[in-house]
């Protein structure tokens, strides 16, 4: 039953009408796309688990439970910003083929690596915008309700600015949206590397003393809590802009360089 079984299997693929890329840029893109959507996947999967569900489980429990609890989630701690890291590795790299790409064909070929240099140091400062915003915890500016807002005007003029300078003639819908959501892609890394973790580290470390010797909470404990959850935050609400223009960048053609 085996060969006519695996008779039939061959017969059908070879009359498929397909033909196999050639090359192997072809082969580089498909496994970078493929590593990045991966490691998205993962990365947004414990971003949305801790702010939805974790978050308000620990708000949920006693103190004394919340120290035993809280510790143990450094696991999710730990897929959540070495998952980032590679979707960002991965996808900065596919970004750089495209802006190269849209430079050739503009007859611009050594214009892409100024193109990359100009978006990276404009959402850089953006992402500098945004964490004298959240760490400015006096006052209104220390409430969700007024930082979240004011973070999302940033970063839409962030991306007015970026299609701006980027939008030049040959300059395709794909890279002018991924500069986009890229742009907050990279916003949300450094978010993960250079404000949640660096919180994070020292929460689970004096939680963990807490809960095992008695250890107290050291007063700024408090004030990186509300840092690092304020980020989380940022990071939630920033990923449905990101997944829009990624997404747009193949299946909704609305931006073109003039």
């Not at 939008?167 to 990279?186: D, E, F």
Request: net charge positive.
């Amino acid at each position: 039953m085996f060969q006519p079984a695996a008779a039939s299997i061959w017969l059908f693929w070879m009359k498929l009408n397909i033909t196999a890329p050639a090359g192997g840029a072809q082969f580089e893109q498909i496994v970078l796309r493929w590593t990045h959507i991966t490691a998205a996947t993962v990365w947004l999967g414990f971003l949305y688990f801790l702010v939805l569900a974790a978050t308000p489980m620990l708000k949920s429990l006693d103190p004394g439970t919340r120290a035993k609890v809280f510790p143990e989630l450094r696991h999710a701690a730990w897929w959540l910003r070495w998952s980032a890291l590679v979707s960002w590795l991965a996808g900065f790299r596919y970004f750089m083929i495209l802006a190269k790409t849209d430079a050739v064909a503009a007859g611009r070929d050594g214009a892409w690596g100024l193109w990359l240099v100009i978006w990276l140091v404009v959402w850089l400062a953006a992402f500098a915008i945004e964490m004298v915003l959240v760490r400015a915890g006096s006052g209104p500016l220390g409430k969700p309700l007024v930082v979240i807002p004011l973070v999302l005007f940033v970063m839409t003029a962030t991306a007015w600015l970026v299609v701006s300078l980027l939008a030049q003639p040959g300059v395709s819908n794909r890279t002018l949206c991924i500069a986009i959501g890229g742009g907050l892609g990279t916003v949300l890394f450094f978010n993960v590397w250079g404000i949640v973790w660096r919180c994070q580290k020292r929460l689970f470390s004096w939680t963990r003393a807490l809960a095992e010797h008695g250890t107290p909470m050291p007063v700024e404990a408090a004030e990186l809590q509300r840092i690092g959850g304020l980020t989380m935050l940022i990071n939630f609400w920033l990923s449905f802009p990101m997944l829009f223009f990624m997404a747009a960048s193949a299946h909704f053609p609305f931006l073109l360089g003039e």
